[in-house]
């Protein structure tokens, strides 16, 4: 069964960092590339960052450009998100995409990350 799965949320103060790990099976899934997405209370989802799974090229919001990092482990189908300087704004919950290059996206449940004032 292809799935995703978000991990490294919490409860983190304004200012703070925090990693999110998000792992993709099987390890035969041939991925295009992985993103990131969140949704605020009361919000749509957004976009937040995607990286390309060979040549490793990023594309990310424009608000979270120079604080946010998204990097791979194309050994473990692992994709990162290293967030800092994080507002409170930005509490969310956090969903992870895999894109294979055949067939639909798969998303996770996602990973709830509260930042307090």
């Known amino acids: 069964q292809e799935q995703v799965v978000e991990s490294g949320g919490g409860l983190v103060e304004a200012g703070g960092s925090l990693r999110l790990s998000c792992v993709a099976s099987p390890r035969s899934l041939s991925i295009a590339d992985m993103a990131w997405s969140r949704q605020a209370p009361g919000k749509e989802r957004e976009f937040v960052a995607r990286i390309d799974w060979i040549s490793g090229s990023t594309n990310y919001a424009d608000d979270v450009k120079g604080r946010f990092t998204i990097s791979k482990d194309n050994a473990k189908n692992t994709v990162f998100l290293d967030m800092g300087s994080l507002k409170p704004e930005e509490t969310a919950i956090y969903y992870c995409?895999?894109?294979?290059?055949?067939?639909?996206?798969?998303w996770g449940q996602g990973t709830k990350v509260t930042v307090s004032s």
């Open positions: 995409n895999a894109a294979p290059h055949l067939g639909r996206k798969i």
